[in-house]
């Protein structure tokens, strides 16, 4: 028997920390990417999920069942075009980070030039999500199989 483990490392969020927005908020944060939007609404329809609740969007991601910060990745990506890397850590918290990348991976993307910019970014989207400030810092995420 083995055992595998990672580490995710960079400056962000843990996603887990902002709990469970309601179904507004999430609404709101989903019409920043209409594009998204409609991919979980045509998602919903198949489902056959009329009303949903806070579970049912997070049931969106099926490959990694990452929810909130699935959402958030795909939210800013359209929104801002910034790749966030999401993760969850052996604690089962998921989180958002920017993550050291080489830049020519980054090429097509807006250039994050400092700290407070990346930051920033975070501020927008998580204040949209919860009333209180969440923590922006830098992050080392473990997780393993």
Same mark, same amino acid.
């Given at each position: 028997?083995s ?9 962000g969020?843990?996603?887990?920390d902002i ?11 989903l ?25 049912d ?7 990694f ?14 929104? @801002?075009n910034? &790749?966030?890397? $999401? ?8 989180? =958002?980070?920017?993550? !050291? ?11 994050? @030039?400092t700290? &407070?910019?990346? $930051? ?8 949209? =999500?919860?009333d209180? !400030?969440i ?11």
């Amino acid at each position: 028997m083995s055992y595998t483990s990672w580490h995710t490392y960079g400056y962000g969020i843990c996603v887990s920390d902002i709990g469970r927005p309601s179904v507004e908020r999430i609404r709101n944060l989903l019409a920043m990417a209409p594009v998204l939007q409609e991919d979980i609404q045509e998602w919903l329809d198949r489902c056959g999920i009329t009303n949903p609740d806070y579970d049912d969007y997070m049931g969106f991601d099926q490959d990694f069942k990452l929810g909130l910060a699935t959402i958030l990745k795909k939210v800013i990506l359209e929104a @801002e075009n910034v &790749e966030f890397e $999401a993760c969850d850590s052996c604690e089962e918290k998921d989180y =958002l980070l920017f993550c !050291p990348e080489y830049p020519w991976n980054r090429q097509n993307q807006i250039k994050l @030039e400092t700290e &407070e910019d990346v $930051a920033e970014l975070f501020r927008k989207y998580t204040s949209v =999500l919860a009333d209180e !400030p969440i923590d922006i810092d830098y992050q080392s995420v473990e997780n393993g199989a």
